[in-house]
């Protein structure tokens, strides 16, 4: 009874793991991956364009630095963690801006006051960009602050980041490995 | 998708929230359940423990030993926060060892351990896969079924739901008073069979399998280890060894 049983189950796996075997054959043909030129604030797709004013009052546009890697950071003021990273990214941008590393630091919902306050009081010299209405922020889903994406040379979203402070290492290994990438 | 669950001031991150809650809650049952496969239960939740501080030590060394000139010209990362300063790989399998050490020193019997340990897999199974629904990570292929979810920037299969069910099925048969799992080991090898089953029938679902020469790697891997469980719970049925 008991050999009767185990060969039973012994047939059982055999056709199921033979079951599993057409099973992958079948799911990669005509397979739907996804088409990751959609643009998206997700790891691994096209980051979404945007189009937003410094504070100089000079229109910014992601597209221009294309071929370039780019940090888009989502920040305000009044948040703690964001204002505990400016010095990090600070020091990475000053390190690698001559290597075409861009830093886009985005004010979500602050007056140019307060972000050109901000900027002077910290010696920032990236750009700074006014999300005022809050727009991009949304588009990003950007839903707490700090949030910060890396951009490889060809606008792919390579990382996101959600919270911080980032630490000095983790900026400095990123950038190095977007840097990397060849075109 | 709720990657993060704001509660006044607080900005919360969902699936580490998820996450946190079904390690907790994995952890308690099978403290509790240990006594039914004859191990300690505060074995049980040291041995757990000592793997899990013994991963996140681990894979953050691992990662300074891979990057050493970025840490030396910022020693305080070393104790940074950021997820990104970790190698999880190496993390496992510092855990698993110290874990295994631990269970040794203590003479744990292996297979009534991992059974013991079974309902806390599952459990953490359940949290992941929601954990993976809230970030929106492990998406689905595009799809215009009525319950497809717009994800991404298109409609997709809701594939971490697909799995969410899938863990919870899986739990529900392996559950510690299962009367039809009796042999030493073999809550644990069903676990792990059913899951790599359903992994290998619902990546087919996927939106961002890895592919080796067209074909889905988890899959394959997926079967492979089906097809190592299948055997070895064969081998058990010709010699059980009863659960009490």
């Not at chain 1, 945007?50 to 920040?75: C, K, T, Y």
């Not at chain 1, 204002?83 to 886009?104: D, H």
């Not at chain 2, 949290?127 to 809230?134: N, P, T």
């Amino acid at each position: 009874m008991l050999a009767f049983k185990n060969r039973h189950r012994s047939f059982i796996n055999i056709l199921v793991l033979g079951l599993g075997l057409i099973w992958i054959a079948i799911s990669s043909v005509g397979q739907t991956f996804t088409d990751r030129s959609i643009p998206a604030p997700r790891r691994g797709f096209l980051a979404p364009d945007f189009s937003l004013i410094n504070l100089d009052g000079q229109e910014i546009r992601l597209a221009d630095f294309h071929g370039r890697p780019v940090m888009v950071n989502f920040w305000a003021s009044w948040c703690p963690p964001c204002r505990a990273e400016m010095p990090a990214f600070q020091n990475i941008y000053t390190e690698y801006e001559a290597q075409g590393f861009v830093v886009l630091a985005v004010n979500s919902q602050e007056s140019r006051t307060t972000a050109v306050d901000f900027a002077q009081t910290r010696a920032l010299t990236f750009p700074i960009l006014l999300d005022e209405d809050g727009n991009l922020s949304s588009r990003y889903q950007a839903e707490s602050l700090p949030t910060t994406f890396f951009i490889n040379k060809f606008g792919y979203i390579s990382n996101v980041i959600y919270g911080g402070p980032i630490s000095e290492a983790f900026l400095r290994i990123q950038v190095e490995k977007l840097l990397e990438e060849v075109p | 998708m709720l990657p993060i669950l704001h509660l006044g001031p607080l900005a919360i991150q969902t699936p580490g929230l998820i996450i946190l809650l079904g390690v907790g809650l994995g952890l308690s049952l099978a403290e509790r359940q240990a006594g039914r496969y004859q191990v300690n239960g505060s074995y049980l939740y040291n041995l757990t423990f000592a793997g899990l501080i013994a991963g996140v030590i681990g894979a953050r060394l691992a990662f300074v030993a891979h990057y050493p000139a970025v840490f030396i010209a910022n020693p305080n990362s070393l104790f940074s926060l950021n997820l990104g300063l970790f190698e999880p790989i190496w993390g496992i399998l510092i855990g698993l060892v110290i874990s295994g050490l631990y269970g040794w020193r203590k003479r744990m019997p292996v297979r009534l351990t991992l059974d013991a340990f079974t309902s806390a897999l599952a459990i953490f199974a359940i949290a992941f896969h929601l954990a993976q629904f809230s970030s929106g990570d492990s998406y689905g292929s595009p799809s215009n079924l009525p319950w497809a979810i717009e994800l991404w920037g298109t409609r997709r299969h809701p594939v971490q739901l697909y799995e969410t069910l899938a863990a919870v099925f899986i739990l529900f048969l392996v559950w510690p008073r299962s009367t039809w799992l009796r042999i030493s080991g073999q809550h644990f090898l069903t676990f792990i069979a059913m899951s790599t089953g359903a992994r290998l029938f619902l990546e087919a679902f996927r939106g961002d399998s890895v592919l080796w020469g067209g074909i889905r790697s988890a899959q394959v891997i997926a079967w492979l280890v089906l097809a190592v469980c299948s055997w070895i719970l064969g081998k058990y049925q010709v010699k059980p060894t009863s659960i009490p």
